[in-house]
């Protein structure tokens, strides 16, 4: 306390000269409206400033969770827009009654060079996840869920020679099968096109809702190229994928509810 007023005592003329200065800035602002309205406007600016600087960082440290909700939403609209396709007639989608259900996962491990590539995602039995579930990102499809423990499975990628997915042209039903020679990562070879089909470089290449793990319509890429086979009845080709398969975080599980009814009916 004793050094506080040994320095009002040493400083007394500059505290005295620091308070009439505010007491005339005072009266200045409040007597001038044009003073006044700049004072208003340069507080704003610098607390503004300050907030948000505040909220860039509150929102810096709060993107996990952001990220979180998004991928629940588009989990939402997915089942939506999907199921929408299946169930045209009814005026509301039950989502009890909708053929797929969407889950979303995080990929913790991907491989893409090898012939025999595996996805590794962070959810297992525990969430309900199951052997030959699809699965897929906003911008197309990953694979198919191969094998699972309690929290983890793992996804047999698209970039995996033994993968074997049912694929259409968009603009037409002419359909084939969606395979991978193991030479290039954004490259994938769809087969199995009849020569009648018409094709053409940059033409958009979808699932075709022909098997029971993808609905119709998830974006698969554009046509490369293409050439007739040996026997030239059938064309060989090459599909640029929408998705980047080296670069892979948020994905999205795919289950049609439907598919235990229909593997039934055809074991049969």
Do not use: C
Not at 22 to 43: D, G, R
Request: hydrophobic share 40%.
């Amino acid at each position: 306390m004793q050094q506080i007023i040994n320095f009002i005592i040493r400083n007394k003329n500059f505290l005295l000269f620091l308070l009439l200065f505010s007491i005339s800035i005072l009266f200045t602002v409040q007597s001038h409206s044009y003073h006044k309205s700049k004072f208003i406007n340069s507080a704003n600016f610098l607390t503004g400033g300050i907030y948000n600087s505040a909220n860039n960082i509150s929102a810096y440290f709060s993107l996990k969770s952001q990220n979180k909700l998004l991928s629940e939403e588009n989990k939402r609209l997915k089942s939506l827009l999907y199921n929408s396709k299946s169930i045209m007639k009814k005026e509301h989608l039950d989502s009890l009654n909708a053929p797929y259900h969407f889950s979303n996962a995080q990929v913790i491990r991907n491989s893409y060079s090898a012939t025999d590539n595996i996805i590794l995602i962070n959810k297992g039995e525990n969430d309900s996840i199951k052997q030959d579930f699809g699965v897929i990102t906003t911008q197309g499809i990953v694979g198919i869920v191969d094998k699972t423990s309690g929290h983890f499975a793992t996804v047999i990628s698209i970039l995996n020679t033994t993968s074997s997915i049912s694929a259409q042209l968009k603009k037409t039903n002419h359909f084939g099968t969606l395979e991978w020679d193991a030479k290039n990562p954004a490259i994938v070879q769809l087969t199995d096109i009849p020569k009648i089909a018409n094709v053409s470089v940059g033409d958009t290449i979808i699932t075709s809702g022909r098997s029971s793990i993808f609905p119709k319509d998830i974006k698969i890429g554009l046509i490369e190229n293409y050439k007739l086979d040996a026997a030239e009845n059938y064309y060989e080709i090459n599909v640029r994928l929408f998705n980047d398969m080296t670069n892979l975080e948020h994905v999205y599980i795919i289950e049609n509810t439907k598919k235990p009814e229909v593997t039934n009916l055809l074991n049969e």
